[in-house]
């Protein structure tokens, strides 16, 4: 959260990419929210040595940011900025773990540097196959796709709500945060005391937003339920790309594509 | 603290999802019961008020860090329990869609870590205790710094359980434990602070808003239990389920098991250690970590050869990791991407034609 106008920038046009029509677009959420899961849950259920296994299933996010015609440029700084959790944590693994696995000439790699790079394969996996989603689908659809999918109501229309009011409060936040920087000097009123005003008064105004809004949706003929007007039904793209991937899926999960390739290439029988 | 994906392992992810998405259903039903209409803009709004608050940094005194504030308390403060969970998890899954911080099936434990924990466990058997019948600004001061700095601990123990439970991340649990503990009572009394810094503010502009909780207040006592009881269950399970995952594994752990098995017939001495050390890791919740360090030099001292078949119980070649298999995964690396960037080409002179 170091830089936060490029963070709030990058997710409108996050926003952008996903009210375009591409055949990403057009397929259903449910759909596409349940391939997702599936490539996810498939990636992670390789044993931590596993390297060569994880690179075709980058044919998913490959396929998906093709599809959504989603700027790979976008994809790649997303993927650069985003967790040091992972890569912090991961970093231990090449400290701890320093059986030599793989030597490849004179060159001895430790099982540590392996599962290792499988940390950050998975992450670039995972993360680049999610943005795609998301880019290729919205914020709005993923909650409609996950209320048919039979998530509580009361938790979509949370994410929604939270979602269209996430740019007005945050500009809110900026604005205070620019207001306390231009009148602090040094760094007065930079500490806690101010910041907890600060907030409080933050706490207070947001909820007597809450309250206008609520008043608006009253007169709008809000009733604690939020209806949408065109229901989903899943066409015969849809359950074509449904099948398509998860047999893709199974079938890289059962055959060992990249060690059968790799034999051939090389010429190494196994 | 947000987990990645790439981290934990379907068993553990899975498990979590099942604990949260029951958590979330839970507080659902919950809420339906005395929604009225007016929660749901103040919760939507709530929800984008905790990301505002992050750009409200302050300076830490004697170091040259900022902190900012962190949300969950607050909102079970506001909201009570159920409700602040439920914005929590709506916070959590907009993160993991358009931050890219956490994950999809890193969710659930997210959910846990970070709404379960101090919406249902510092929230009710913290907080309210220690506020007690009637608020005063030093006791809510008191409470929110104490509960905001058990609900971090208990958030980072979750997740340094689920990180060493899923077994990617080499980090024995101990360590990792003892790493993460400090670093989040320092984060959690600064969390504490501000959380205590606004309840305050809050309680003395309009007192009123701290008692939006009372209506769920018949309740408080039971939903504490309720919420130990999953999340006990949730552990159990899970430990369980990585359990049986770890000792009926496929791939690597799989192919070794079999290479095991044959070399036992042939030396029997060593069929018997592995048998041994089959034993002593499925009686192990952490296979391969946690003792793998204090072990070996015992081990060393009892047979001194007995450190060879263990080491090479893991870092045989499997055909993950032989070069022809990095090959052949370079080669289906480059397709991938030559597939998609064919399919763009085809996707983007359509769209333009």
Known sequence: MADIDSTMAEIGWLDRLSSRDTPLHRIDPRVKLLTTLAFIVVVLSYGKYQLAPLMPLAIYPAVLIALGDVPLKFVVRKLLIVSPFAIFVGLFNPLLDRQTMLTIGSLEISGGWVSYASILIRFVLTVSATLALVAGTGIHNVCRGMEQLGVPSVFTVQVLMLYRYLFVLVNEGVGMSRARALRSVGNRGMGLRACGAMLGSLVLRTLDRAQRVHTAMCCRGFDGHVRTIETLRLGVRDVAFLTGWLGVLAMLRAFDLAGLLGAAATGAGR | ?353
């Open chain 2, 1 to 353: 603290m947000h987990m990645s994906d790439a981290l934990i392992s379907p068993a553990v992810g899975g498990t979590m999802w099942l604990a949260g998405g029951g958590m979330i259903a839970y507080g659902a039903r919950k809420m339906r019961g005395c929604l009225d209409s007016s929660r749901v803009p103040l919760m939507g709004v709530l929800g984008a008020f905790v990301f505002a608050a992050q750009m409200v940094n302050f300076t830490i005194p004697g170091t040259g860090s900022s902190g900012h504030l962190g949300g969950g308390l607050l909102l079970a403060i506001l909201l009570g329990p159920s409700a602040g969970l439920i914005v929590i998890a709506s916070i959590l899954t907009v993160q993991a869609m358009l931050f890219a911080d956490g994950g999809l099936l890193a969710l659930g434990c997210n959910i846990v870590n970070m709404g379960l924990l101090p919406c249902f466990i510092a929230y009710p058997l913290v907080y309210l205790p220690l506020v007690g019948k009637k608020p005063a600004r030093g006791r809510i001061v008191l409470a929110a710094t104490v509960a905001a700095v058990v609900g971090l601990q208990l958030g980072s123990l979750g997740v340094v359980a689920e990180t060493t439970m899923s077994g990617i991340a080499e980090l024995p649990f101990m360590k990792f434990l003892l790493l993460m503990l400090p670093i989040h009572l320092a984060i959690g009394l600064v969390e504490g602070l501000v959380t205590a810094a606004v309840a305050a503010f809050v309680w003395q502009a309009r007192p009123e808003v701290l008692e939006l909780t009372d209506p769920d207040d018949p309740g408080r006592g039971r939903v504490g239990l309720v919420a130990v009881c999953l999340l006990v269950a949730a552990i159990v399970t899970g430990g369980v389920v990585s359990w049986f995952a770890s000792s009926h594994p496929d791939g690597l752990e799989w192919s070794v098991a079999k290479t095991m098995g044959t070399e036992e017939l042939a030396e029997p001495t060593d069929g018997l250690r592995g048998a041994l050390g089959r034993v002593q890791e499925r009686t192990a919740l952490l296979p391969d970590y946690d003792f793998a360090e204090p072990q070996d030099p015992v081990d060393d001292e009892a047979e001194p050869g007995s450190q060879e078949p263990a080491a090479g119980q893991w870092f045989s070649p499997s055909a993950g990791t032989t070069v022809s298999g990095l090959v052949g995964g370079g080669i289906t690396l480059v397709l991938a991407f030559l597939a998609g960037w064919a399919l763009r080409r085809r996707t983007t002179s359509a769209s333009t034609a």
